[in-house]
Each structure stands twice: as structure tokens, then as C-alpha cells.
């Protein structure tokens, strides 16, 4: 079945310490997205891709960065993690022309 | 500027009993899209429905159904006679159309079926 796949489903790192989220596709959408979700919110949108164009969103932080070689991956980078970046981090892929997304199962970080 | 609002936090109702979550939009824009998605406790969103804001017809899918209403920037979600299976928590989310713009959603609304 195609699918979004996110690795780890549970991450632990110590603050400061760099930790890298990945998300796979075999859906081959155009559209990646990366959300962070804290308990009893919405999720947060950080980041799209449309094909290899990456567009931030403005309150995302400079901590937060992302990389996407090609159509099927699409990394997260937290380069020095902070107590306050724990949360769940959602992967989602869209077919820009019929906008559902499609969501992975998430990869939840705790920061200690 | 868009804005989804959800009024309702959580609800909790008895197994067989039927439910309706609230969701009110603001949009500028004529062409958007509407959607609602499930997030059990497992924790993966997943999609249940997307409606075009030029279609208005209402749409039932096995037990549950969804009346979207322009003249009132409604989109309420029914399920009808409820399981223990439907309690997660639902988003209702808005897209104006075109490209990659991204998803508003509304706070979500807690369901807890009780059996």
C-alpha cells in the first residue's frame, strides 16, 4: 500500500544534542510537508516542499531545518534541541492539485 | 486571513448516541477547500473528507455525514450511532485553493464514546 513512513516512531536526544527525523513516501505526491504538534494543539505547520522549492514558514525557527534529495525523502534537522521542541513531529504529503494531505504516523521526540 | 474555529474541546457521549462537531470558517477567498481529519490516540492524522467550496451537496459515508453550509461558513461533522472506535480527537481544516498554501486547522474537538 503506498504510505508515508516516518523513522524513528520515538526519538530521545539530549538538549542540545542534534537529532535528525525522516519521512519516506511511495505515494510520489509533490508536496512534503513537516508539522509539530504539542499536546491537545493543532498541528503546526514548519515547512513545505513543492517538489525541491522549500518554503518556511516565518515563526519557524532557525533551529529547525530540512533537507529533501528527492521526491521520496524529506529530513528534519533540529540542530541544538531545547525542552521546548519536544512534541510530535507529523510528516504529510499532498497531490498539490487535490490538497488532502497525507499523514505519517509521526516520530515523537522527548528532549531530557 | 483564514481561521477555523471549533467551539467544541471534547465531548463525551454514550456509545449508540449520535454526535455533532462544530466547525465555523473565515475565508476571503471564493474557492477553498474544506476538510476534516481523525487523530486517535495512536497519534497519525488521517484524512476523511474534502469538500469544495462550489459544491455544497452534503455527503454520508456509512455512519458518518457532513453538511457543509456557505451561507453560514459552516461544516459540521455527524456520526451516527457512535462506537468506541470513534473516539480520537477530529480537526476541521481550510485551504484556499491554488498551489501549495498551507492547511489551517481548527483546534480540534475531543471525542470520547463511552460504552
Known amino acids: 500500500d503506498a504510505m508515508v513512513i516516518q523513522n524513528p516512531r520515538y526519538q530521545v536526544t539530549q538538549f542540545g544534542k542534534p537529532v535528525t527525523l525522516s519521512c519516506s513516501q511511495t505515494l510520489n505526491h509533490n508536496v512534503m510537508y513537516w508539522y509539530q504538534q504539542k499536546s491537545s494543539q493543532a498541528p503546526k505547520l514548519l515547512f513545505h516542499?513543492?517538489?525541491?522549492?522549500?518554503?518556511n514558514e516565518a515563526d519557524t525557527p532557525d533551529n529547525f531545518q530540512s533537507r529533501r534529495p528527492n521526491t521520496s525523502f524529506c529530513f528534519l534537522d533540529i540542530r541544538s534541541p531545547g525542552l521546548g521542541d519536544a512534541a510530535m513531529y507529523l510528516c504529510?504529503?499532498?497531490?498539490?492539485?487535490?490538497?488532502?494531505?497525507?499523514f505519517g504516523p509521526g516520530t515523537r521526540l522527548t528532549v531530557l | 486571513a483564514q481561521k477555523v474555529t471549533q467551539a467544541q474541546t471534547e465531548i463525551s457521549v454514550v456509545e449508540k448516541e449520535d454526535v455533532t462537531l462544530d466547525c465555523v470558517y473565515e475565508t476571503r477567498d471564493t474557492t477553498y477547500y474544506l476538510f476534516w481529519y481523525k487523530q486517535p490516540p495512536s497519534g497519525e492524522l488521517v484524512f476523511l473528507i474534502r469538500?469544495?467550496?462550489?459544491?455544497?451537496q452534503n455527503e454520508i459515508s456509512g455512519r458518518y455525514s457532513w453538511n457543509f453550509q456557505k451561507s453560514t461558513s459552516s461544516f459540521n461533522f455527524t456520526i451516527t450511532a457512535s462506537q468506541v472506535v470513534d473516539s480520537a480527537v477530529y480537526f476541521c481544516?481550510?485551504?484556499?485553493?491554488?498551489?501549495?498554501?498551507?492547511?489551517?486547522f481548527g483546534i480540534g474537538t475531543k471525542l470520547q464514546v463511552i460504552p
Open positions: 516542499y513543492y517538489d525541491k522549492d522549500f518554503n
Open positions: 469538500r469544495n467550496s462550489f459544491d455544497e
Open positions: 481544516a481550510l485551504k484556499n485553493s491554488g498551489g501549495y498554501q498551507k492547511v489551517t
Open positions: 504529510a504529503t499532498s497531490d498539490g492539485r487535490y490538497n488532502e494531505q497525507f
